[in-house]
């Protein structure tokens, strides 16, 4: 199996393009500082100053969600970006969510978020390591052109 090979039909998209416009909405938030997020340099900051992140590390995440994001809906190094959006949500479980339990806030009576939507990310993001990109995916378009694993 290689790197871009995809076993993936429209599942794999539909898992794709779902995670990836998830993720690239919270890049950009962190990145560019749409959908009100902050821009950049305020998200590295509140990451190092606040949390006492290393910077590589901060901006790692950045990347993960925000090229991770892209990746995912263009459907280009598809294995990589979900195994970056994995790490990603792992960190968030261990660092952040952990303590505040499985379920969401929803009723406003928690100090912060469960971790749910982050197993549900990490889900996602081994199917898609697993059975690649799927149709309509750069990988596939690139991949075409190999001879088959052996």
């Not at 990746?71 to 959006?85: E, P």
């Not at 968030?92 to 197993?119: P, R, S």
Request: aromatic content about 10%.
């Amino acid at each position: 199996m290689g790197l871009l090979s995809t076993n993936g039909g429209v599942s794999s998209l539909i898992l794709r393009l779902t995670l990836g416009v998830v993720m690239f909405a919270h890049g950009s938030q962190k990145v560019l500082g749409w959908f009100g997020g902050q821009t950049f340099f305020e998200t590295l900051n509140m990451f190092t100053q606040k949390m006492h992140m290393p910077a590589p590390l901060a901006i790692l995440i950045m990347a993960a969600e925000f090229l991770g994001g892209l990746g995912l809906i263009v459907g280009l190094l598809t294995r990589i970006a979900a195994f970056g959006v994995a790490c990603d949500m792992i960190g968030a479980i261990a660092l952040v969510h952990w303590k505040f339990g499985l379920f969401m806030n929803w009723f406003g009576t928690q100090k912060g978020e469960g971790f749910e939507y982050h197993l549900l990310a990490i889900a996602i993001c081994i199917a898609l390591i697993i059975r690649g990109a799927g149709v309509l995916s750069l990988d596939r378009l690139l991949s075409a052109g190999s001879p088959p694993a052996a």
